[in-house]
Nanobody, 115 residues
Framework: QVQLVESGGGLVQPGGSLRLACEFS????????MGWYRQAPGKQRDLVAT???????NYADSVKGRFTISRDNAKNTVYLQMDSLKPEDTAVYYC?????????WGRGTLVTVSS
């Protein structure tokens, strides 16, 4: 029913910026809470940011002030603007959609922060 496709990952230098996008395929995008998670090699998958249908945002302490999550309901897309990137931000970033019993995940996009 719901499919998510992430894009925008790549190689960036420390201090640089990237903008990730997650395209939602399905119905009723505006009803879903959306989120970004990340997983570095050998580490647990962690919350990065979430945004509810009402626009409330939540961020991990490690990215607060540097990352911004947003959604465009007309385009069925959620974004993650990442600024002031650090090497420790290197991870596969996953998009998530949640509504009632549905908990959907994309396949991820790799972000590498390195000189």
């Amino acid at each position: 029913q719901v499919q998510l496709v992430e894009s925008g990952g790549g190689l960036v230098q420390p201090g640089g910026s990237l903008r990730l996008a997650c395209e939602f395929s399905g119905s009723s995008f505006s009803t879903y809470a959306m989120g970004w998670y990340r997983q570095a090699p050998g580490k647990q998958r962690d919350l990065v940011a979430t945004i509810t249908r009402g626009g409330n945002r939540n961020y991990a302490d490690s990215v607060k002030g540097r990352f911004t999550i947003s959604r465009d309901n007309a385009k069925n897309t959620v974004y993650l603007q990442m600024d002031s990137l650090k090497p420790e931000d290197t991870a596969v970033y996953y998009c998530n959609a949640k509504f009632l019993r549905v908990d959907a995940w994309g396949r991820g996009t790799l972000v590498t922060v390195s000189s």
